[in-house]
């Protein structure tokens, strides 16, 4: 079996996020199983020729070229893949598009409309209802028709389900399936040495709140003068905030950023992490948080990340309901005991609940009954 996975934008700074982390890790499941797959995304930021893989996994990669200005991933678009889409889908037995309102995974999943290829949609929460007007147009001329079509609609979350349907205008076409985003197995990191170390590995984006992650510092360092508050991930245009709040309130001496780091270096710093924080708000179901869950760091979310419940249910980390109280959930696990048992619920939650060993099978048994 062969399957295409299209996701819009791959660069050397992870820009595109956590859509490219499941795409890689997808595929690297399915070719276990038998699967030959291969992604398929525009490429920027590169020296010299684009690469053949997207972080060791086939690739065919071309060059993104700005058409909209001022419309963000969805303005970007290549000429040679627009031409190319067909061929493509058609050399595939299954095409997964991880969607989103863009003149890439768009025209990918058309073209397998098109071309009668088993079609599988992916939106990792990308795809909500919207009142912006570009939106809007691409709703109106094929987002709709995608969503209606496809063989198969994956949602992380029943949240992410109805706002797939309010799309829809209401309208359940049936094809809605359940997939989590798993992670590999990793073994359980032992509680690190030294004072202690929070991490804050996402993009630095308005919705992910770098700021309130700094904001805790100040309440934190009270009890652990010191603690090191970590900044990881490319800068979206919070970066400056974040740092310059850091200098109002006195605690910069505290704060590292370390820029944007490859994946293996994230599990590294994620090792080395005694709390791992994503501040962010109508989070769908975060990558940086299951891959601490999976070495066993505990995490601190808001009520709005799609893992919440799941946190708080099995105690792998704390749910903060204020940016006000980060500080406190903080303190909390940097209790030694307190740090141990959040630690042991992570682990064991990633193994029982996200492992990509399971979600690999699922995924694998769906590409199988569309055949």
């Known amino acids: 079996m062969r399957a295409l996975h299209a996701v819009t934008l791959h660069t050397p700074t992870q820009a595109f996020g956590g859509p490219v982390r499941v795409a890689v890790n997808l595929t690297a499941s399915l070719a276990e199983r038998g699967v030959e797959s291969r992604i398929v995304a525009l490429a920027s930021g590169f020296d010299g020729p684009l690469p053949a893989d997207v972080d060791g ?185 974040a740092l310059r709040l850091a200098g109002e309130l006195g605690v910069a001496g505290s704060v590292d950023y370390l820029g944007t780091l490859d994946p293996g270096a994230v599990l590294d710093e994620l090792r080395r992490a005694h709390v791992h924080v994503l501040p962010s708000v109508d989070e769908p179901f975060p990558m940086s948080v299951l891959e601490a869950l999976s070495v066993g760091v505990p995490s601190v979310v808001t009520p709005t990340n799609g893992l919440a419940g799941d946190i708080a249910r099995t105690g792998a980390g704390r749910v903060a309901p204020t940016p006000e109280r980060l500080a406190d959930e903080i303190l909390d696990l940097l209790e030694g005991a307190a740090n141990d048992r959040a630690s042991k619920a992570a682990w064991e939650l990633s193994r029982t609940s996200f492992s990509l060993d399971a979600v690999g099978d699922r995924l694998h048994t769906l590409y199988a009954s569309l055949g």
């Open 57 to 241: 996994r086939p690739a065919r990669l071309y060059p993104a070229r700005r058409v909209l200005p001022g419309a963000g991933f969805s303005g970007i678009t290549s000429p040679a893949l627009l031409a190319g889409a067909r061929r493509l889908v058609r050399e595939a037995d299954v095409v997964h598009v991880h969607l989103a309102r863009d003149l890439v995974t768009l025209p990918v999943a058309l073209a397998a409309l098109a071309a009668r290829r088993p079609l599988v949609v992916q939106t990792h929460g990308m795809v909500d209802p919207s009142d912006k007007a570009l939106a809007k147009l691409l709703d109106a001329l094929a987002v709709r028709r995608v969503l209606r079509r496809a063989d198969a609609v994956l949602h992380l979350t029943s949240y992410e389900r109805k706002a797939l349907t309010a799309v829809l205008g209401g309208e359940d076409p049936g094809n809605g399936v359940r997939l989590v985003n798993g992670v590999p197995a990793q073994d359980r990191r032992p509680r690190p040495p030294g004072p202690p170390r929070l991490l804050y590995v996402a993009r630095m984006q308005a919705r992910k709140r770098p700021a309130d992650f700094v904001a805790a510092a100040p309440e934190v360092l009270r009890r652990h003068p010191g603690a090191r508050f970590v900044l990881a991930g490319a800068d979206e245009g919070e970066l400056d905030a």
